[in-house]
């Protein structure tokens, strides 16, 4: 079955970096969109960034120029490099992979990584 798994996540202080990555696997059918969101205690998950397998790439307004997604399409990776880390992006960051067509249609998740940004 599809699986997503991410990884990289850590205890950072403020204007440090973390890189965190994500493979996906199991869809015969491909991911056409892979990305990032985090969610913090009690509030509802954010979109941080995604990434199509044609390279367009779209941020949140509140990591724009410090986060940078990539990918790498041969394994079904992405990678987020953060840089310039704020207390408020503590959260659970979760990899997201999209299957646009197949059975499979529909968005995959992993379980999560956990980046806390200390002050």
């Known amino acids: 079955q599809v699986q997503v798994v991410e990884s990289g996540g850590g205890l950072v202080q403020a204007g440090g970096s973390l890189r965190l990555s994500c493979e996906a696997s199991g869809s015969m059918f491909g991911f056409n969109v892979m990305g990032w969101y985090r969610q913090a205690p009690g509030k509802e998950p954010e979109l941080v960034a995604g990434?199509?397998?044609?390279?367009?790439?779209n941020y949140a307004d509140s990591v724009k120029g410090r986060l940078t997604i990539s990918r790498e399409n041969a394994k079904n990776r992405v990678f987020l490099q953060m840089n310039s880390l704020k207390p408020a992006d503590t959260a659970v960051y979760y990899c997201?992979?999209?299957?646009?067509?197949?059975?499979?249609?529909?968005?995959?998740w992993g379980q999560g990584t956990q980046v806390t940004v200390s002050s």
């Open positions: 997201a992979a999209d299957v646009g067509m197949g059975w499979e249609t529909g968005r995959y």
């Open positions: 990434i199509t397998s044609d390279d367009v790439r």
